[in-house]
């Protein structure tokens, strides 16, 4: 029973949390539209980056592609929604099925072949290439045209998950509400444990009698399926959706750098991460072209991973929740030295 009540999270940080998204909650209603759209977008992109997080920060197989899973879910919920007037839960849930079904394919082969690694890397990013080539030669999904979905009009549609910009921040929210509890949960969970110990040292872990085969594969393809149902709501958000900007290498560099900056493998890493990516990306974007210095955004992308790495290797969640124990300790003993002094 103590094993068991050892593994339940922290009430303390189950409160913390609640209360954070209840403020993050009430800010969507009383922040102006330019906010709430850059809030969104943070949200939408923290949720992706969950998924990637999870993949390389509890499963350890890097994928520097992961835009290919994004596309799957935004062009499978943006088909069925524009061409046969189907609702996007439809359309969420196919392309988490397909996109499990190819990352899974895309882990056996590799996985199957002893590639590995850094070069399993490198795959992931030419099977996301090749289907951006695909995608964008193929008429039935708009091709380099795009897909655009019908305006909006009327009240909002949890139905059709069609809105206001305020309507998608909530949706996007309740998503990384998700995947916070979601990576909570499997961090904890035996999978979590077992996941981490292959990621730690494979090896060692076959010979403990772990399938490790199998749970890359399985990783991947969770993995997977998750970001693809980020990418069917960003396409939602964006209203459009085309090869370049859903497929892109853009798009594969900015769901990773907030889980890196943030802590790989942390409920909350990815979130503290894009908070503080994104907005800067943005800021250091809008002064550039305002003062006619392009690619300024990219140096402060690299600015950021620069002093992560070299001041907190671990991101910048582990960081305050290690200040945050230090901090409880040194209390603590504070206390005890003062009652001592008392008796």
């Not at 970001?227 to 960003?234: K, N």
């Not at 894009?274 to 943005?282: A, G, K, R, Y």
């Amino acid at each position: 029973m103590q094993k068991k009540r050892d593994a339940l999270p922290d009430r303390g940080a189950v409160i913390g949390c609640l209360a954070g998204f209840a403020v993050l909650a009430m800010l969507g209603g009383v922040l102006n539209p330019h906010l709430i759209s850059l809030l969104t977008i943070v949200f939408l992109f923290t949720f992706i980056g969950q998924s990637w997080s999870i993949m390389l920060g509890l499963g350890g197989q890097l994928s520097i592609g992961h835009a290919l899973f994004v596309g799957i879910g935004a062009y499978s919920v943006a088909v069925l929604d524009i061409r046969y007037g189907l609702s996007p839960w439809f359309g969420l849930v196919v392309g988490m099925a397909l996109a499990a079904i190819v990352g899974a394919t895309l882990a056996w082969l590799s996985f199957r072949f002893e590639v590995r690694g850094i070069y399993f890397a490198l795959l992931t990013i030419a099977a996301a290439e090749f289907a951006r080539v695909v995608f964008s030669g193929w008429e039935f999904v708009g091709a380099m045209q795009g897909l655009f979905f019908p305006a909006h009009s009327g009240p909002n549609s949890f139905w059709m998950l069609r809105g206001d910009a305020r309507f998608y921040y909530f949706v996007s929210l309740a998503a990384v509400l998700l995947g916070v509890s979601a990576t909570a949960l499997i961090r904890q969970s035996f999978l979590g444990y077992v996941w981490r110990a292959m990621r730690d040292d494979e090896d060692a872990s076959r010979a403990l009698g772990v399938r490790t085969f199998l749970h890359k594969i399985l990783v991947v393809s969770f993995s997977g399926a998750w970001a693809a149902i980020g990418g069917g709501l960003l396409a939602l958000v964006q209203g459009s959706v085309f090869p370049d900007s859903i497929m892109g290498m853009g798009i594969s560099v900015d769901i990773l750098v907030g889980p890196i900056v943030g802590g790989l493998g942390t409920a909350f890493g990815p979130l503290i991460g894009t908070l503080i990516t994104l907005p800067l990306d943005h800021l250091a974007s809008a002064i550039g072209n305002k003062f006619g210095i392009p690619g300024l955004n990219n140096v402060g992308y690299g600015l950021a991973l620069i002093a992560v790495v070299w001041l907190l290797p671990d991101g910048i969640w582990p960081a305050i929740v290690n200040s945050a124990k230090s901090i409880t300790r040194l209390s603590w003993f504070g206390n005890l030295r003062m009652e001592q002094v008392k008796k």
